[in-house]
């Protein structure tokens, strides 16, 4: 028992990080930003495009289809296309929400399309390998969660390599569809605005802009089911050290 216990503890340091990989792990996770108004024009390198590019197509991808593609926007009239459509449904969102929240919601900036020197839609293709993948069989959306999945992973890379990334949503499905001619089996999932910018912003701005507060995360795990809160000794001293942890995420803002 004494020797497996011996050869699990090896196993187990062989396959950690080493600190500082593991640092910069977490410095990129935690000091990425949706970036809407701190683009600056200067061009971003092929090499380190490239690499970016590279991280997005390692994602984890169900049944290893790989639906995804990226496409890569500098034409200023496609960008000026897709901007005409965020302004429109910009003004559209403004009526939906509730009168204390529309001027708040109006004077935020929530996309830099036409200042960002580079936009990339990442997309999905559902019909990538044909009707039936391993894992889609009974989750049908998990093609869409693995271009997700791209998504994180470009986003992480980009924040690693110096670069701000900005996700618009706030956008016309079909009009994007038809401005980049998407063919019918392919669902945009992220249009993202990419570029060097002038600096990233300590907090969220939605967070700064206290559109909502950050929760805390003692509050929002479970076990065994949905709201289940700690029942047993293990599972509390989990609660208490992710409450020990608070200041976790700020040890890496430096």
Request: hydrophobic share 35%.
């Amino acid at each position: 028992m004494d020797l497996y216990k011996k050869d699990s503890k090896q196993s187990q340091e062989q396959h950690h990080f080493s600190e500082q990989d593991q640092y910069g792990l977490y410095k990129s996770i935690f000091n990425r930003r949706d970036v809407r108004g701190q683009f600056l024009p200067s061009e971003i390198p092929n090499d380190v495009l490239s690499r970016i590019l590279y991280a997005a197509h390692h994602a984890p991808s169900v049944g290893f289809m790989q639906p995804w593609n990226f496409i890569v926007i500098k034409s200023p009239e496609i960008k000026n296309r897709i901007h005409q459509s965020f302004t429109l449904a910009h003004q559209e969102a403004q009526a939906m929400f509730e009168a204390e929240k529309q001027d708040k919601y109006k004077n935020l900036k929530l996309e830099g399309i036409i200042e960002s020197p580079i936009n990339i839609c990442i997309t999905c293709d559902r019909n990538r390998t044909g009707k039936t993948v391993i894992g889609r069989t009974h989750m049908k959306e998990m093609d869409l969660y693995s271009s997700v999945c791209a998504v994180q992973n470009f986003w992480l890379a980009a924040r690693a390599e110096g670069l701000g990334v900005g996700w618009v949503s706030i956008l016309h499905h079909d009009t994007l569809k038809e401005t980049l001619a998407l063919p019918d089996s392919v669902v945009p999932i992220a249009y993202l605005c990419v570029g060097y910018v002038s600096h990233f912003n300590e907090k969220p701005e939605l967070e700064s802009a206290n559109w909502l507060p950050r929760r805390p995360i003692d509050e929002l795990v479970n076990f065994n089911g949905w709201e289940q809160a700690a029942s047993n000794n293990t599972e509390q001293a989990l609660i208490e050290q992710l409450r020990a942890n608070i200041d976790f995420p700020q040890s890496f803002n430096k």
